[in-house]
């Protein structure tokens, strides 16, 4: 005997397309999450394969800052409830957890090609990406995040875009300026 979904409750369905976020966090944690970042430090962006973390520029160029909990408190509470909530709203995966923030910059030359963020080794329980533009829009020119399907995600500041992990995106090379943005990723049990 099948029981009923109960994701599929009160005529609830779930979508699996991207959504446009006109404000996932507010201005005062945009400048936050930039002044933590560059406190850490930042080191240039690997590509993650089932070999491990490694540097391919003609693939990815940029650099990242990996925030702990510890480093940024109310970034991650901040994002950790956007996460909750939009998984709730959208997919009503299974999620346990995230994985830590990346914070981005990218400066003249700088793009990350096609990819997923769901992958293998560390990256395989990646269930839900998020995206947000740290910069205010005029500091920087290109940089234009693209989801599958051509989808452009606005340059407002604080805004940005979610979506399952398994949904290809590219980033724009910069051709001027300097644009930091944010990663986060909700975790969860392998989809099967």
Aim: aromatic share 10%.
């Amino acid at each position: 005997m099948n029981s009923p979904d109960p994701r599929l409750a009160n005529g609830w369905e779930p979508t699996y397309e991207p959504a446009i976020l006109t404000q996932a966090l507010p201005v005062e944690l945009c400048q936050d999450a930039i002044a933590i970042a560059q406190k850490i430090g930042f080191e240039s962006s690997p590509v993650f394969s089932a070999e491990g973390p490694t540097e391919i520029p003609y693939y990815r160029r940029s650099e990242t800052a990996w925030l702990k909990p510890d480093d940024a408190r109310d970034l991650y509470q901040h994002i950790t409830g956007t996460l909750q909530k939009l998984n709730n709203e959208c997919y009503r995966f299974s999620i346990y957890g995230m994985d830590k923030i990346q914070i981005i910059r990218y400066e003249p030359g700088c793009f990350f090609n096609e990819h997923c963020d769901l992958g293998s080794a560390h990256a395989a329980n990646r269930k839900i990406s998020l995206l947000v533009q740290l910069s205010p829009p005029e500091d920087y020119v290109g940089g234009d995040i693209v989801l599958a399907g051509g989808i452009t995600v606005p340059k407002t500041r604080g805004g940005g875009c979610v979506f399952p992990a398994w949904v290809p995106h590219r980033v724009e090379e910069i051709t001027s300026g300097t644009r930091y943005s944010l990663a986060a990723w909700a975790k969860g049990t392998y989809f099967l």
